[in-house]
């Protein structure tokens, strides 16, 4: 019976790995935008790309809702691996950020910020349901990545878990630096989406057990 369970925990991190690297190609789509719509994509940011009225915006919003519902699909594979509340914390945040990622998605921007002068925000309720998901599901998997940071600072991928840390520390800065000085933001917003890919592709490989790892390794 245990020996089943193992090989069903083995097959649910196997397919899990495959389904977080879909995921993470699917929500870096903004290099598409330099192909679809390079107006935007040389002048906004990637979630213009999806706004209404946008040529090609439905090709955006259905990658995204598809790396959402991806990464949902991924925390319920690992969600029984028994791995101990920290990594449950963990899987909580990351399905949290593929469920507002796909809700965000269904709620694209009725207009550009980057491009043209929009109306207030209380004439904007789309905008700002917008702008509280997307906020919210960065803010989760930022809480996923410092908690297996955290859980890792002594053990395997410490440093890779450290260049991760980095990462998102140098988002900070070009966000702050952006902030104040004019110039194409949306460069920043690149780098980020990127470094959410890649973490969102990473996650399974780094939640795995060392001795998985090993015993993969030895196979």
């Known amino acids: 019976m245990g020996h089943m ?6 097959l649910n991190l196997r397919i899990s790995k495959v389904l977080a690297v879909a995921a993470g190609l699917a929500y870096c789509s903004w290099p598409l935008g330099y192909v679809l719509n390079p107006l935007v994509s ?14 090609y915006n439905w090709v955006f919003i259905a990658l995204d809702v598809v790396a959402g519902a991806l990464i949902v699909a991924v925390s319920r ?9 920290a990594n449950k914390v963990v899987l909580v ?9 796909a809700i965000d998605a269904l709620l694209p921007m009725s207009c550009e ?16 349901l917008h702008g509280i998901a997307s906020i919210t599901a960065s803010i989760c ?15 395997t991928g410490a440093t890779i878990m450290s260049a991760f840390m980095v990462g998102w520390i140098l988002f900070g800065i070009f966000s ?7 110039g194409p933001g949306y460069l920043a917003q690149h780098y980020y989406i990127t470094l959410c890919s890649v973490w969102t592709a990473a996650l399974p490989f780094m939640l795995e057990p060392r001795n998985a790892r090993i015993v993969s390794a030895g196979r």
């Open 77 to 85: 594979l690992l969600w029984h691996r028994g791995d101990g509340r």
């Open 113 to 128: 910020p980057s491009l043209t002068t929009c109306p207030s925000l209380s004439h904007q309720p789309m905008l700002v």
């Open 5 to 10: 369970f193992n090989r069903r925990n083995g």
């Open 176 to 182: 702050l630096y952006f902030l104040f000085r004019p």
């Open 42 to 55: 040389r002048r906004g940011l990637a979630s213009e790309l999806a706004a209404l009225h946008q040529p």
């Open 141 to 155: 998997l930022f809480i996923s990545a410092v908690l297996v940071w955290w859980q890792r600072r002594n053990q």
């Open 93 to 101: 945040n990351f399905a949290l950020f593929g469920l507002l990622t």
